[in-house]
């Protein structure tokens, strides 16, 4: 997977989590992000620091470099499906609000490769 949809998927895990009530977590969001997290917390490490010093760096990382997934089995596959959902629903409402040009270019962009990624997902 893309970081950039990595990025998009844990960072919405993380929201959902949040939003769960104290002791009620979903215990497949759970599992996911419990799994995950060393790979999510290791690269949102590394994107803050190129973020701030390299530019360059920061966007041929988020963009044309791949996060490999370990241990994705059905049940972490189907809990990160409903959680690119989640983004997509996001970015669709955002579109709908968004203005510049530009930036409806790129959402569009992502929200077409996110369906892709479902559509690959589901296949």
Sequence with gaps: MPVWQFVRLMV????S???AKRGRKPPALKDLYDTWDD?????DQRLGELGKNDPDAFAELMMRQDVVLTDATPRRVKAAVGEIRKV???MRAALKQEKDAQAKEDLSFEIE????LLYDIEE
């Design 12 to 15: 919405q895990v993380e929201e």
């Design 17 to 19: 989590l949040k939003a």
């Design 39 to 43: 790979t999510w917390l290791e690269l």
């Design 88 to 90: 997509l629903t996001s």
């Design 113 to 116: 490769e996110l369906e892709d």
